[in-house]
């Protein structure tokens, strides 16, 4: 393990957790700093980050130009409430419309703000259930998806022993098998059903990438039967794929886009975006939220956004991604590895995706295990060859061990 070179000296901290609640893991680290693509914890020891906080750094730590934004926005004017304007956050949602149709051209669709993936989502199903009205409250979601942690987020995840603690959960919300368009079809009642609620791909279901003609035929069947067609991009997003959004890969329009988590690179800030003939069901007061499209967010949306285009980041993510791809496939240990643009997965040939994620960060690097044969990655998308190939090496020193005599690729 590498020690990144610092003009001030790291001392070594031990960090008072009893005031926090446990609903979290006890963590095998805590880090004090970050720059690109590296990490730094408290006895001075530094880490490359192939995580990015579950794809959220995607310009790396500490970008300059959004650490610049932020700090003179704080000094400027940092919140003022929804019940005034500021001249920020149009100016974001002018460049996400624009961002959803192609790049080039506005989509004519309208933006909410708000401060996480879950509560994107949550203003989709709101939107959704205002739009079709008091009858078709319905939404269909996939199981193993994950769309978030409050108690509407929470039901259309498809993951019960996430729901069970918190039984009992609202109603109106199914589930079917992901990539399986008889199942969607069976279920989408349009006498019922409001909204499809999918991923493009489903990120902490291990990097499952669909059919191709999955997201073309959900989008034909909500057509025809007049249901939303609502996709989450809160891990795909924003060149993480290859392309600006997920579902860009296909050539369909959705109804309902949410995104989060990379759009203000590290800063809270999450989207749920609609065409304008959806967005217009909502009212005054049927929605809002406190902190959503405040100045100080949105300044580091506007600044992430502008260094995204100024570096093409989907390209980036394509060229990385393949490397990436190319370097696990590779290896010892790995079955195949999946995904688009700069959201992997490695599928190895035994349950030790767990024990290989302590090995790597005891080796200093950072990925993390969705399911127990399954390793993730989502780097910054501005990462550097040199990072993957190091990134490749780490891993295929961990694995061999792990999977000695399990077989190789296949």
Sequence with gaps: MST??????????????????????????????????????????????????????????????????????????????????????????????????????????????????????????????????????????????????????????????????????????????????DAMDAACDPARVAAVLIEPIMGEAGVVVPSSDYLVGLRQLCTERNILLMVDEVQTGLGRTGRWFGFQHLGIEPDVVTMAKALGNGMPVGACWARAEVAAAFVPGDHGSTFGGQPLAMSAARATLAVMEAEDVPARARAAGARLKAGLSALPGVVSARGEGLLL???????????????????GLVINAPLPDVLRFAPSLLVSGAEIDEAVATVGRVLGPLTAGAGGPS
């Design 4 to 181: 990144e070179p610092t003009t001030t000296a790291t001392t070594a901290t031990t960090v008072d957790r009893s005031a926090l609640m446990h609903n979290y893991a006890e963590p095998p680290v805590t880090f004090v700093r970050g720059k690109g693509g590296r990490l730094v914890d408290t006895e001075g020891r530094s880490y490359l980050d192939f995580l990015s906080g579950l794809a959220v750094t995607s310009l790396g730590h500490a970008h300059p130009v959004v650490a610049d934004a932020v700090a003179e926005q704080a000094r400027t004017l940092s919140h003022v409430s929804n019940l005034f304007g500021n001249t920020v956050g149009p100016e974001v949602a002018v460049t996400l419309d624009r961002l959803i149709g192609g790049g080039t051209e506005r989509a004519g669709g309208q933006v909410f703000f708000a401060n996480s993936g879950a509560e994107a989502n949550e203003c989709a199903l709101k939107l959704a259930r205002r739009w079709a009205g008091p009858d078709r409250f319905g939404v269909v979601s996939t199981w193993d998806a994950f769309h978030g942690r409050t108690l509407a987020t929470l039901t259309a995840t498809g993951q019960p022993e996430k729901q069970l603690p918190f039984l009992p959960l609202p109603e109106g919300f199914d589930h079917v098998p992901y990539d399986d368009l």
């Design 345 to 363: 997965a490695a599928v190895l040939t035994q349950e030790v995706a767990a024990a290989a994620c302590r090995q790597a960060l005891a080796d």
